[in-house]
């Protein structure tokens, strides 16, 4: 794939993913602490990580619905939803989950 | 000075503690962890690799995002790119938790942080700036959710076919309902408004356009600029 990598990478095992990905996770893990016995993050960076770490997430849902279909959409209306009234991550999964299940049974395909 | 009982520490008792607070929620690391393994299976990677990378790697968005990577030739450089993108909030939780950890020796600080996910990080800040001085606490719900996490993947994995298709029972949504409930509940923060929606439109309006994730550092660079110049202008 055109990545913009040397093609010598396109050699490497695929297997190679696995401690690869485990490492980049681990580092981010183990960063902010070792970050902030050195420095103290300017508050633009600090609102730029806030951002970026929500923004990841929010990019990741609607990167899913916008290949999903409705099923998907309103079992993520409705977590979203009890999670704003309810403010329980636990019940918005259990009725986001229960939604896409009945869903599935009622509305096949 | 009488320095009383504010010291930080990391203790079994804190660890067991954290475990049981968290069980019920880290219930759902089951189904979420058996829809990693299903699509793990269906993207071709083997049943060893795909339980070793939850027990390892232990992070849903990173071990999703790096799924979309497992086929030959791998696009190394796009996958270090995702998975660093993905994984950016962790630094975030981190140096947010640093006045806690960074009081342990590092022996202790670098085995808590190896279990730090969303909803242990979730959990423990509000409790550490309540008082909470025990961060086994924090490893403890790491490890709630790290042991189903990776029971769910071995089920998913090694019984994907016989379970068929995670749909029937909404498993294959566990994902994506944990996001947007953590994302509905940054929504009632002032602060969270504008990143959220920036980071939605530049995602959907980018993926026709974008290689595979592309989309999603555009949003995420989208939404952290609008929070950076919100607060400038």
Known sequence: MADGFPSFAGELPIWLIVPLVAAIVYATRALGPVLMTRISLSPRMTRFLDGLAISVIVAMVATALAKAGLREAAAVALAATVMLTARSVFWAMVAGISLAAAWSHFLPG | ???????????????????????????????????????????????????????????????????????????????????????????????????????????????????????????????????????????????????????????GALAGNVIGDVSVYGFDVVMVCFFSAMVAGEAGRRTAFLPIAAAALVAVVTLPWLPGGWNVIAAALAGGAVTVLRDDG
């Open chain 2, 1 to 155: 000075m009488a320095e009383h009982d504010d010291t930080i520490r990391l203790t079994a008792k804190g660890v067991w503690r954290g475990f049981r607070e968290m069980f019920a929620i880290a219930l759902f690391s089951i189904p979420f962890g058996i829809a990693f393994g299903t699509a793990a299976a269906d993207a071709g990677v083997p049943p060893l690799e795909t339980i070793l990378m939850s027990v390892f790697t232990f992070s849903g968005v990173a071990q999703f995002a790096a799924l979309e990577f497992w086929r030959e030739p791998v696009a190394w450089g796009m996958l270090i790119f995702v998975v660093t993108a993905g994984s950016a909030r962790l630094i975030v939780m981190g140096a947010v938790l640093a006045p806690w950890l960074n009081r342990l020796t590092p022996g202790r600080r670098f085995l808590a942080l190896a279990w730090l996910s969303d909803p242990n990080f979730a959990k423990s800040q509000p409790a550490y700036r309540a008082g909470e001085r025990d961060a086994g606490t924090l490893l403890g719900a790491g490890l709630a959710l790290w042991s189903l996490w990776v029971i769910g993947t071995v089920i």
